[in-house]
């Protein structure tokens, strides 16, 4: 779907990192976990590009998306400018989400700084057919363990650190000696994804990564986002994040 939709709420979080809430009724209803939206806020074609932005939050009875997004460049910038009742662009709900198994009894979310964010939509799907969930978040910094609040108040059981000494995937490993995790999802950081990676080897939990690559058009055609993968008999491949991804099983990602 492309189409103009209007502001409800942009609001600074924290130094740098937005909050922008969205009513689009139809997109808030197609969307699923772990999926992107091309967002555009400006009329003409400078800066040319759509910015790709993750789904923090899709609420089909408000009719409403939500967006966790930092300020790095020029589309962002002007992003940051929009004021409620204001319009913009938005094509999606794209790529490929988080696949939730019917009937699993616990999973984690694993997330880092802005990372975090599409791990909000994730955990309240599982909440709602009855699957616990546990989230391990870090950050740079207090500020920036995004969604701490709104996931304990939803019932999430909630981990988090910003010490840089600390890994947050040893409060998972420690949690795995005594509970049964049916998968794990991460977003945010390659050394988590790698760590968790390497628990899913152990314990051999489900393991599921969304990869964050510098995208052009969002649907596969520029070939700007490609990852190296393995194929189905292990050998290599390139493929788009935008339209094979963004999430992809830890095993396959090269």
Same mark, same amino acid.
């Given at each position: ?10 609001? +600074?979080?924290? @130094?740098?990192?937005?909050? =922008? $809430? ?16 091309? =967002? ?6 400078? @800066? ?6 993750? #789904?923090?939050?899709?609420?089909? $009875? ?9 300020? /790095? ?20 709900? =794209? ?18 700084? #802005? ?17 616990? $969930? ?31 000494? $600390? ?41 599921? /990564?969304?990869? +964050? ?5 969002? #649907? ?35």
């Amino acid at each position: 779907m492309y189409q103009t939709v209007e502001v409800v709420e942009n609001v +600074e979080i924290t @130094p740098g990192f937005l909050r =922008l $809430v969205l009513q689009a009724k139809e997109m808030a209803a197609a969307s699923e976990p772990g999926q992107f939206m091309m =967002l555009k806020a400006w009329e003409g074609n400078a @800066p040319f590009l759509m910015r790709p932005i993750s #789904i923090n939050y899709a609420d089909p $009875v408000e009719g409403t998306l939500t967006f966790l997004y930092k300020v /790095v460049g020029e589309g962002t910038k002007l992003m940051a400018a929009l004021r409620k009742g204001d319009s913009m662009q938005a094509l999606g709900p =794209l790529g490929h989400g988080f696949p939730l198994e019917k009937g699993a009894r616990r999973i984690a979310v694993i997330g880092r700084g #802005i990372g975090i964010a599409p791990l909000r939509l994730l955990a309240k799907r599982a909440l709602d057919q009855g699957t616990e $969930v546990y989230a391990y978040l870090s950050a740079k910094e207090e500020a920036q363990i995004f969604d701490r609040e709104e996931l304990a108040k939803m019932g999430v059981t909630v981990r988090s650190t910003s010490d840089a000494n $600390v890994n947050v995937t040893a409060f998972f490993a420690e949690d795995l000696k005594t509970l049964p995790f049916d998968a794990a999802y991460s977003c945010g950081s390659k050394r988590l994804m790698r760590e968790m990676h390497e628990l899913h080897l152990r314990y051999g939990f489900a393991s599921y /990564v969304s990869l +964050e690559e510098h995208m052009a058009c969002g #649907i596969g055609a520029c070939k700007g986002c490609v990852c190296k993968t393995h194929d189905e008999n292990g050998s290599e491949q390139y493929e788009t994040v935008c339209k094979c991804g963004p999430v992809f099983p830890t095993e396959r990602i090269v």
